[in-house]
């Protein structure tokens, strides 16, 4: 058997090609603070032997981050803050603040729990709160932007004609005319503006409602909305951006003005309208709600409504200069989307390796922010193939977050007259916060609280108007305290504090005072500690000592000389006193009188004030006594009187009762003890007899006077006949 040569075969085994991108990581690491970082820098895309000549690539890529809050990491800084970021105008009322001193109308209200700062309200279709009539007119302008944060809970088979109102002004009684409301029906976001009386021309109609259909009301997603209205051109904008006015988007209603009514106020509600004639509230709103404000007499402008919904994190588009012929780059409002587009794969590569994410909040929320990549490849035939979606995550690192504290005085006694003067709380607060990253220092709230509140009777809290001007910081005043707002650095806080002051009229209603600041940064995301200073009043001494802090070093100005004179107010020290009973402002002392005492004068006045005090403390312990002693002696008398009635009336029931006893005398005695009875008889008038004559005639002789001579005989003579005549009851027997 023959055998062949042997011969060399080849086997060439290539690697089987997948359709789809290749070089994307399942995870990417993001350190807060790094700025912007590519998400794919090594991207490819495979196309194997594709049964078709593509004419153009389609790359659409979504972060999904709606679960951290509206809609994206946006929560660094209350509505306010942002309002003060943003440049907004400062006149604008919040109509929905964190609840605190001047803000207790949300105080009921239940929150999101989940956020880490933004304040956001639930409403469950129950609940609604009334804006005190103090916190703004009722007399809506024809000028005016409203805006909201809103996200409505809608349900499958609602009733379309059901409302749900985020805002509501109506009469307070009697009727139910909506002045003006902003509210929900039918997915349709509305706004009622009625005229009032001798608003205008009472005979023509004029624009009073706009309805606008928007898909973006009941898909259960977080939008902002705000209505900028110049009486009667209106404009509305969603997420920061205008919406395009169509034929019969909005529908506008005209209608007459309200009729004129005596008598009648108005109730301004949020979450839900107030109906006059039955005294309770109806038209519930369903979802949640935050950052409601009015700005009444003027606009916002756009770029500020821009700001408002600007997210802090979001994706960022490759650079324009990359951009060739046949690419093409698009995004969402939110930068939560790119589209990117090319004619070939390169052209997409280039364009996808550049695509970044960035997160400029200072302390951003760690977690998994997910990512989606959905690609598209169109054929020179029209025909459209899909590739198999590509899942990421950028995942955001945890960051060391601050440690606020605050230091200052703990404890200190002042005199009668340095508590009427007023005395500085906070002369030596210090705010600190021990930051990791190159962030500027500052607090967005401060709040100095008092327990038990303040008597406005004599009890007053004053501070520096014009630095809170300055700073463009805003105070709140309740008699539990009052609330600093507004995002600023520590030193200027610091400044308001050491000059916020305590007046006490009448310092003998408290001896000890206890004051709390908390400084708080983000929202009151991050908290400070407690600083407690307690005001005690000193009796003993004319002036006033201070007890060394147990949580900062005592300033040097407690040890200055007793008798030095005291530092001229500063020229800037001009206080704004909020107070029921309103007193002439005295100048604000320096802090070296919280620790110095006052000498000559005002040392015998404390003496002479300490003395009444105890004066007449003794004298009403001493009436006191007295009361106690007068009402025990009536007690004891009143019971003796009480036991002596209760001894007599037994005794007389007790008594033996012989008005049925009968004396009867037998006639037929003996002979024997008759003649006994009058021999015995005989011989006691014998012995008696001159003794007798005399004490009946011895009255004839008498020294009284004629005119009772008669009488007086009468009486002698019956006496003695009396004595004659009486009766022998020797032989009776019983």
Excluded at 100 to 125: H, M, S
Excluded at 348 to 373: C, H, I, M, Q, S
Excluded at 541 to 554: R, V, W
């Amino acid at each position: 058997m023959k055998r062949s040569e042997p011969v060399l075969v080849s086997v060439k085994v290539n690697r089987v090609c997948r359709l789809g991108w290749t070089g994307i990581s399942e995870r990417v690491e993001y350190v807060p603070g790094s700025g912007r970082q590519d998400l794919f820098p090594e991207a490819l895309i495979n196309l194997c032997d594709f049964p078709c000549q593509p004419e153009s690539i389609q790359a659409r890529l979504t972060l999904a981050s709606s679960h951290l809050g509206k809609n994206c990491d946006r929560d660094t800084y209350t509505i306010q803050n942002q309002r003060k970021l943003c440049g907004a105008n400062s006149r604008a009322i919040d109509l929905l603040p964190p609840p605190g001193p001047g803000a207790e109308w949300t105080r009921d209200l239940p929150v999101d729990q989940g956020r880490e700062a933004d304040q956001v309200f639930v409403f469950d279709g129950a609940t609604g709160v009334t804006v005190p009539p103090e916190v703004m007119s009722h007399n809506l302008t024809r000028n005016f932007t409203m805006s909201v944060w809103l996200k409505h809970d809608h349900h499958a088979g609602q009733d379309k004609h059901v409302k749900e109102h985020i805002l509501c002004n109506a009469d307070d009684h009697q009727m139910n005319r909506h002045h003006f409301s902003l509210f929900i029906r039918n997915c349709r976001l509305i706004l009622l503006l009625r005229r009032e009386f001798g608003d205008g021309d009472l005979k023509s109609f004029r624009p009073a409602e706009f309805r606008w259909k928007l898909p973006q009301v009941c898909d259960g997603q977080w939008h902002h909305y705000a209505v900028s209205m110049e009486f009667p051109e209106v404009q509305l904008y969603v997420d920061g951006r205008p919406m395009v006015a169509s034929k019969n988007n909005p529908e506008i209603i005209d209608d007459w003005p309200l009729h004129n009514s005596h008598g009648l106020n108005t109730t301004l509600t949020v979450g839900a309208c107030w109906q006059g004639s039955q005294s309770r509230m109806q038209h519930f709103m369903h979802g949640s709600m935050a950052g409601l404000s009015i700005l009444a007499g003027q606009t916002e402008l756009d770029e500020v409504i821009a700001c408002f919904h600007k997210c802090k994190e979001n994706l960022e588009a490759p650079p324009m200069e990359l951009l060739q012929p046949g690419m093409e780059i698009l995004n969402n409002n939110d930068l939560t989307e790119l589209t990117l587009e090319g004619e070939n794969k390169t052209n997409l590569e280039v364009l996808l390796r550049k695509v970044a994410y960035a997160n400029l909040r200072d302390f951003p929320t760690p977690g998994r922010r997910p990512l989606r990549l959905y690609t598209n490849i169109i054929c020179s035939s029209g025909r459209t193939l899909k590739i198999p979606v590509i899942e990421s995550a950028i995942v955001v690192q945890a960051t060391p977050l601050p440690i606020v504290t605050v230091t200052g005085l703990s404890s200190s006694h002042y005199g009668y007259e340095s508590l009427r003067g007023g005395v500085h709380l906070f002369p030596d607060a210090r705010i600190e916060e021990d930051l990791l990253m190159n962030i500027a220092q500052r607090v967005d709230s401060c709040t100095a609280t008092v327990y038990p509140p303040l008597n406005p009777d004599h009890e007053t809290l004053t501070w520096p108007q014009n630095l809170l001007n300055q700073f463009k910081i805003e105070a709140k005043f309740s008699h539990d305290g009052v609330t600093l707002m507004g995002s600023e650095s520590t030193n200027h806080y610091e400044q308001i504090l050491h000059q916020l002051q305590y007046n006490n009229h009448k310092p003998a209603f408290y001896l000890t005072r206890a004051f709390k600041l908390i400084c708080s940064q983000m929202s009151g995301r991050f908290a400070s500690n407690e600083l407690v200073h307690t005001v005690r009043l000193s009796v003993s001494s004319a002036g006033h000592s201070t007890e060394p802090s147990t949580s900062a070093p005592q300033p040097p100005s407690q040890q200055m000389s007793m008798h030095q004179s005291k530092t001229a107010a500063p020229a800037h020290a001009k206080i704004d006193r909020h107070h029921v009973d309103i007193r002439p402002v005295g100048p604000i002392t320096s802090i070296s009188d919280v620790y110095m005492g006052m000498g000559g004068t005002v040392q015998g006045h404390l003496s002479n004030g300490a003395s009444h005090t105890v004066t007449i403390i003794v004298m009403v312990c001493a009436g006191f006594l007295l009361l106690m002693i007068s009402l025990g002696v009536v007690r004891v008398r009143a019971a003796r009187r009480r036991a002596q009635q209760d001894e007599t009336t037994a005794d007389t029931e007790m008594a033996w009762d012989d008005s049925a006893l009968t004396i009867t005398v037998n006639p037929m005695e003996t002979l024997e003890a008759a003649e006994k009875s009058t021999m015995t008889r005989t011989s006691l008038r014998h012995d008696d007899s001159d003794s007798e004559d005399d004490s009946c005639h011895g009255n004839d002789s008498s020294d009284e006077d004629p005119d009772d001579e008669d009488d007086d005989d009468d009486d002698d003579g019956g006496v003695c006949k009396a004595r004659d005549l009486e009766w022998d009851n020797s032989t009776l027997s019983i």
